[in-house]
């Protein structure tokens, strides 16, 4: 089992930053990739970006240019770092990690364990 705990999240203005954070533990070993997801209210669970082990990084096209991911394999963790941002990336942002190769990762079904989510909130 992997446990994944995002932190960071908080209410930022329009045009502002906000870098979160997602620290995994347990058998982290048996992970490939490590993501994040989006759900504003009243919407379904989106995609963000995705950091896969070997380096290769993805975006939603709706981030691309301003948000962008990394890794510190040394602390197990997983950034999200925010910026140029908009109201409509006010959502609930969640950490994922999945175990298994695919050529994309841009469905939730990809993903194994999940973190419990962080708010963010941007203002106009």
């Known amino acids: 089992q992997v446990q994944l705990v995002e932190s960071g999240g908080g209410l930022v203005q329009a045009g502002g930053s906000l870098r979160l954070s997602c620290a995994a533990s347990g058998r982290t070993s048996s992970t490939y990739v490590m993501g994040w997801f989006r759900q504003a209210p009243g919407k379904d669970r989106e995609f963000v970006a995705v950091?896969?082990?070997?380096?290769?990084?993805d975006y939603a096209d709706s981030v691309k240019g301003r948000f962008f991911i990394s890794r510190d394999t040394a602390k197990n963790t997983v950034y999200l770092q925010m910026t140029s941002m908009k109201p409509e990336d006010t959502a609930v942002y969640y950490c994922?990690?999945?175990?298994?190769?695919?050529?994309?990762?841009?469905?939730?079904?990809?993903?194994?364990?999940w973190g419990q989510g962080t708010q963010v909130t941007v203002s106009s």
């Open positions: 950091k896969r082990w070997s380096g290769n990084t």
């Open positions: 994922a990690a999945g175990r298994n190769y695919y050529s994309s990762y841009e469905e939730e079904r990809k993903y194994d364990y």
